[in-house]
């Protein structure tokens, strides 16, 4: 079967969900509540950093922000389950959640300035070419990402470029097929400077983490990816009237 019929097929399939999603996502009053819901969750996620997590690395704590910014109260749920220091115990679906978000954070960077680059301000209207440039910016961000923290620890470039290609290929295809689908599918007329634009996109990013998840839980099952830290060792050397019992 043909690539355009079998994505023709798919599309008429998810008509539902489109025609479901477009009248919410373009709702100056749901998406006033959904960013209201978003600025509350950062500054509880910064509150708590600052308050209680402070032992957390620089670039976990970024992850964790841009998490959220896409997320809101549900990046906000997996932070609390998965990347504070006072999680009770390390688990596979901890670690699953933890190496989600920090791929999450690179590819959704990638996959904003795709649309809003490719889509919005250079109103291109060749699907496939904002597709294709978008898909390139997320792998570039979600494996810049891995290289550079290995670079930094003396790993050198074609090495941490190995191992990131090895390691992130397999959750940032899934995560871009299942987002950038899904922004396409909702919004795929839609102009920077309509509302739809942009709740499709939103929508769009918490979709490809839910894609993405089952897959870095099995990278990590399986060694492929170590997974982030466990954050309960980082807080260990913190004072006792910090440390909070959170499952």
Known sequence: MPLQELLTQIEHALA???????????????????????????????????????????????????VV???GPFGLAVYWYSGRTQISRDSLWRRGFRS??????????????????????LALQSTS??????????????????????MQEGVGFREAMFDALYSETPSITIMEIAAIGTDLLIASQAHISG??????LVFSLSVGFVFAFPI????????????????????????????????
Not at 131 to 145: E, M, P, V
Not at 217 to 238: C, I, T
């Open 16 to 66: 539902p969900v489109r025609h479901v999603m477009k009248p919410i996502l373009s709702d100056p009053l749901v998406m006033g509540i959904w960013a209201l819901f978003v600025l509350a969750s950062v500054g509880v996620l910064w509150w708590d950093v600052r308050n209680h997590n402070q032992a957390l690395p620089s670039m976990m704590k970024g992850v964790w922000t841009l």
């Open 69 to 71: 910014l896409y997320s």
């Open 100 to 121: 989600t978000a920090h791929c999450y954070s690179g590819c959704g960077a990638g996959e904003v300035l795709g649309f809003a680059l490719l889509a919005g301000l």
């Open 129 to 150: 070419i904002v597709t294709a440039g978008t898909f390139a910016l997320a792998y570039i961000f979600g494996y810049a990402l891995t290289v550079g923290p290995l």
């Open 195 to 200: 509302l739809l634009f942009w709740g499709a």
């Open 216 to 247: 870095n839980a099995v990278l990590v099952h399986f060694g492929v990816k170590e997974g982030m830290k466990n954050p309960a060792e980082m807080g260990q050397s913190q004072p006792k009237g910090q440390e909070q019992a959170a499952d």
